[in-house]
């Protein structure tokens, strides 16, 4: 995967930007609140179509563009991917609505042809490292499962519309099962939003079992290194139907107990997820809500049989979460055959002086890197005259010649 060119229009303080992309890395210095970490977030952006920022994509509209009634942000990448070369193109349009109102529209364009985002998700991917991005590890269970969501959406081509799928039937079942709650009824009414549940929420299922499985693998080792063999990383899944049979009468497994669901197949998550849904019917219908599902799945990270989220250092925090981005760059190359745009923002100011040069290692010549700092003294001599140095400055990108 190359990024050749990237054109900005109205993209938070990047009211423009028009650049061409070197295969080498590129170091994007400037100030804080310069736009650095925005040139970032317009990349990933056109590989997940949502913000690591924010939830809400109208805040990525530029502040003083967003003011008018009809406001237009225009991200624009020229790619190539093996040996094909693509234009994509997102539009997020803020438009009128109502009295006073504004809403927003998104628009995808892949070849010069409209899609719909869920089809357009993967063409271009990008794996991207933030400071904040801690909350992987020490967030809620929410923070895990969009960080499943986001990488699964890029590598396996029908994740995102599956996902949106088991929304949209979720939304649905949690409605009548309120209802059903306030109002009384048939629980059989159910069945249909069940099927539903059960059929995309399955595959779900089974896609997070097969990813956690082989991004561990790939983790694990880089961690191994990082730590120069002191410690053992562990990516425990805890999902919340989980179909893997329990011991009579244990009600659970310790979290340090290794797993293994990879002989599961889809059917048999099928047949117990559905089966499990019927057994708690009456539990769901009181509560008013889905209780089980992929909903509620978990992800936890286990160094040497303790939880890192719990009791791990900000040291092994960090680490874990440089594992597992490294390892996520890996996976997505043997999961699609292309290496993703690499995205590293301010990273190095949060490793020590082996780490930056354990991460440096670790990104090649076959790979595209963009990282950015406050500060050059962090990176090594060799590396700075192989890579292309950027000035970023009150929103405008100027190479160094």
Request: no cysteine.
């Amino acid at each position: 995967m190359h990024l050749r060119h990237l054109s900005l229009t109205n993209f938070r303080s990047l009211t423009r930007l028009d650049v061409e992309l070197p295969r080498r890395a590129v170091v994007l210095v400037g100030q804080n609140a310069q736009g650095k970490t925005s040139a970032l977030e317009a990349i990933y952006f056109l590989a997940a179509f949502t913000s690591f920022q924010t939830h809400a994509d109208r805040q990525i509209v530029n502040f003083h563009e967003a003011k008018n009634p009809l406001a237009v942000t225009r991200l624009v990448a020229d790619y190539q991917r093996g040996k094909s070369k693509h234009r994509l193109e997102a539009r997020l349009i803020l438009e009128p609505t109502g009295a006073n109102g504004q809403r927003l529209r998104k628009e995808i364009l892949l070849d010069g042809v409209k899609r719909h985002v869920n089809d357009v998700i993967g063409h271009f991917n990008a794996v991207i490292f933030v400071p904040q991005m801690s909350q992987i590890i020490e967030g809620g269970p929410d923070e895990r499962r969009r960080y499943l969501n986001l990488a699964l959406a890029q590598a396996v081509p029908a994740y995102a519309r599956a996902l949106n799928e088991y929304s949209q039937a979720l939304t649905q079942r949690n409605a009548l099962l309120k209802a059903l709650n306030e109002n009384g009824g048939s629980g059989t009414q159910l069945e249909v939003w069940d099927e539903a549940l059960v059929r995309f929420g399955s595959q779900i299922i089974l896609w997070r079992i097969q990813a956690i499985q082989e991004i561990e693998r790939l983790a694990s080792r880089v961690h191994h290194e990082l730590t120069r063999g002191s410690e053992i990383l562990r990516l425990a899944y805890e999902p919340a139907y989980d179909p893997l049979p329990k011991p009579d009468g244990q009600l659970g497994l310790k979290i340090d107990t290794t797993i293994d669901r990879s002989s599961i197949e889809l059917k048999e998550i099928q047949d117990g997820f559905l089966a499990r849904l019927k057994q708690i019917r009456g539990e769901e219908i009181a509560r008013g809500v889905t209780t089980i599902g992929p909903h509620r799945d978990d992800l936890r990270f286990i160094i040497n049989k303790a939880d890192v989220g719990n009791y791990g250092s900000r040291g092994q925090m960090r680490t874990t979460l440089l594992a597992l981005k490294l390892a996520e760059v890996e996976w997505m190359r043997e999961r699609t055959g292309e290496y993703p745009v690499i995205l590293l923002d301010e990273v190095m100011a949060e490793l020590d002086a082996s780490r930056r040069a354990d991460l440096l290692k670790y990104v090649s010549q076959d790979q595209q890197v963009l990282f950015t700092t406050t500060d050059l003294n962090p990176f090594t001599t060799e590396f700075t005259e192989g890579a292309e140095i950027w000035d970023v400055k009150n929103g405008v990108v100027t190479p160094r010649k």
